[in-house]
């Protein structure tokens, strides 16, 4: 995998999901709450769920890289999760949960974080449906019942907070199964130059030991 591409499309999600938390921060501090932020913020978190699947993608282009090429311009989530997991059925990300009991060092004994609290392959695709409907509103000449607003930010930031739970220390999974990916959203430690760092994403390659 090329950890430095994977890195870039975390970056891209995590300036979204900043812009979409100080958004929904403002609009709790204030009481304020206007269409064109919702749609805004809608279009972020769906841009997001764009870039979860471009993750999929990039993690497995080394070892499939024709479908990798073909699958680039597919531009649905779903469309493209269903091209990957046809081949490797793990490519969505697994979210992890540190073992603080046995942990050491930055990247630290783990385990599959339980579901109920993060996104998961068939929310993405849902979810990103759905905010698609508001954001692409005007295009159905407000057709069916108005929308309530109040209602769909309140989703948002449910949505916002399942994306973290799922991506902040994940694991992605290749074909290779000697093979093994960890991902921390804003690691902290002390780079190559002895200078120490934090909120730096992080992707760690792991080899299993035969």
Known sequence: MDTQKYERVMQSIKWRKEYISETVS???????????????????????IEDIAVACVVA???????????????????????????????CYPIPMVENLTASHGNFRATYPRPEGDWLTREEAVKEYGRLGNIVHRNLKAYEGDPVDYVEVYTRCAY????????????QITVLNENMMYRILMSGTGVDDNGVSFEGRIQVAEFTRIT
Do not use: V
């Open 26 to 48: 403002h609009a709790h501090s204030t009481g304020r709450i206007s269409t064109a932020m919702i749609e805004s913020i809608c279009l972020q978190l769906r841009m997001t």
């Open 60 to 90: 497995n282009a080394d070892e499939l890289p024709e479908l990798a090429h073909s699958l680039r311009r597919a531009y649905s989530p779903k469309r493209i999760l269903k091209g990957l997991e046809g081949i490797n059925p793990d």
């Open 159 to 170: 949505l916002n907070d399942k994306i973290s739970n799922l991506l902040s220390h994940h």
